[in-house]
């Protein structure tokens, strides 16, 4: 009986496995079809070309736009009666101090005009806070959800988990400390108050920080929950910085030091400057110095500065697009000087004529495809064109030639 078209013709579920087959047998015996561009020099001059408009249409505004951002920096951790200590004593006399700290001041002279908002940044150097223990020290549902969330008794905060290092009856909540964690634990403690002058003058008002928005909305939203600290830098002798007296979320200060900076020269913002500063003008800086970075041999800053579309100062950005687009375009001028001026000695592409032995008019050219040649001759037809490639034909371990398309 005649099998009807549906027995003869294969369904679409079979021809599409068989398909899927065949493209996978390709795959593992890497025969899949490829394509590479032949790379000409005009071809390369395009690439550099494109190359160096690129880089130099981001560089160029990128720079002008660091370079008009006005920053101003004053190192205050040696200021004062900290100027002739050695670290030891400078201890010392930061702990002596207790929570009041130690008064300091420092000037920040004003050369150029800054205008609002002027952000108010602090700089610890050499506080390496991007180190793998420090960064995963913290519990996120800890911060968001108190201390009911952590059911397990298992925290990353090891070994700020607790005040004493385990549980203690003699603390509240036996001793578990709300925010836990390291970088919680080693919260900056140092306070500012700024004023300003004009230069000559007596007169001086103060310049009132403004300490809100400086989180991010995220972490204020949704990292975060509405949960006070309990027990948290509450013991003098074991605290590692000041305490939190609000709600998480609401303590932005405590927001921007959860998140570790990646340098060395860690920059956190501590508020902003709703109102200009006109040029020739002194600004005060008292510091209650609480923070201890003697130890540790670190310095302490504080910068003003303003912004730009791309962010603070940074001019090494800018540099870095411009110097690689130079680069491309010398490159490209390279390639065209040597190339299409013929300054120096190119060779042309698959000219069989520049081939050694045949500029030399040594040996013998077999005249067919197959067949042999004298031993150790060097032959022409080793190179034959097809298929508008060039093919190379090899001698096998029998003497025979053929031909391997390339």
């Known amino acids: 009986m005649p099998s009807s078209e549906s027995d003869s013709q294969p369904s679409g579920s079979a021809a599409q496995g068989k398909k899927e087959s065949k493209w996978h047998k390709r795959f593992v015996q890497q025969r899949l079809r490829g394509w590479s561009p032949i790379l000409h020099a005009r071809n390369a001059e395009l690439?550099?070309?494109?190359?160096?408009?690129?880089?130099?249409?981001?560089?160029?505004?990128?720079?002008?736009?660091?370079?008009n951002v006005v920053e101003y920096k004053a190192r205050y951790d040696l200021a004062g009666v900290f100027a002739d200590l050695d670290?030891?004593?400078?201890?010392?006399?930061?702990?002596?101090?207790?929570?009041?700290?130690?008064?300091?001041?420092?000037?920040?002279?004003?050369?150029?005009r800054m205008t609002a908002p002027i952000y108010v940044v602090y700089e610890l150097d050499s506080m390496?806070?991007?180190?793998?223990?420090?960064?995963?020290?913290?519990?996120?549902?800890?911060?968001?959800?108190?201390?009911?969330?952590?059911?397990?008794?298992?925290?990353?905060?090891?070994?700020?988990?607790?005040?004493?290092?385990?549980?203690?009856?003699?603390?509240?909540?036996?001793?578990?400390?709300?925010?836990?964690?390291?970088?919680?634990?080693?919260l900056f403690n140092d306070t500012f108050e700024l004023s300003a002058r004009r230069r000559g003058g007596a007169a001086a008002w103060e310049l009132p920080i403004n300490s809100s928005d400086i989180a991010w909305a995220s972490d204020?939203?949704?990292?975060?929950?509405?949960?006070?600290?309990?027990?948290?830098?509450?013991?003098?002798?074991?605290?590692?910085?000041?305490?939190?007296?609000?709600?998480?979320?609401?303590?932005?200060?405590?927001?921007?030091w959860q998140r570790p900076a990646a340098q060395a020269q860690a920059q956190k913002l501590y508020g902003r400057i709703d109102s200009d500063l006109e040029a020739d003008m002194i600004v005060t800086v008292l510091v209650y110095n609480r923070y201890n970075t003697y130890g540790f041999q670190g310095a302490k800053s504080l910068i003003l500065t303003t912004n730009s579309w791309v962010g603070g100062k940074n001019v090494f950005l800018g540099s870095v697009y411009i110097v690689i687009g130079g680069l491309a375009w010398l490159a490209a001028a390279s390639l065209f000087i040597t190339y299409n001026l013929?300054?120096?000695?190119?060779?042309?592409?698959?000219?069989?004529?520049?081939?050694?032995?045949?500029?030399?008019?040594?040996?013998?050219?077999?005249?067919?495809?197959?067949?042999?040649?004298?031993?150790?001759?060097?032959?022409?037809?080793?190179?034959?064109?097809?298929?508008?490639?060039?093919?190379?034909?090899?001698?096998?371990?029998?003497?025979?030639?053929?031909?391997?398309?390339?």
């Open 47 to 67: 690439y550099f070309l494109a190359v160096g408009v690129f880089c130099l249409a981001l560089g160029i505004p990128i720079l002008v736009a660091s370079l």
């Open 220 to 256: 204020r939203d949704h990292l975060y929950g509405a949960v006070n600290a309990e027990n948290f830098n509450t013991v003098p002798a074991l605290r590692g910085g000041r305490g939190v007296f609000a709600p998480l979320n609401q303590d932005q200060h405590w927001m921007v």
């Open 342 to 406: 013929g300054l120096f000695w190119k060779r042309g592409y698959g000219d069989l004529s520049l081939l050694s032995w045949e500029v030399n008019g040594k040996g013998a050219r077999p005249t067919a495809r197959t067949g042999s040649a004298p031993p150790g001759t060097p032959s022409q037809a080793h190179l034959q064109p097809g298929d508008g490639r060039l093919r190379v034909q090899s001698r096998n371990r029998a003497g025979e030639h053929r031909v391997v398309p390339q």
């Open 87 to 112: 670290s030891n004593n400078q201890q010392e006399l930061l702990w002596g101090a207790g929570d009041e700290g130690v008064l300091v001041m420092v000037e920040i002279e004003v050369t150029k």
């Open 128 to 186: 390496f806070q991007n180190y793998r223990r420090y960064v995963r020290s913290f519990d996120p549902d800890n911060m968001h959800d108190g201390l009911e969330a952590n059911k397990s008794g298992v925290s990353a905060c090891e070994p700020f988990t607790y005040i004493t290092g385990a549980p203690d009856a003699a603390f509240p909540n036996q001793g578990a400390i709300l925010p836990c964690g390291q970088i919680s634990q080693s």
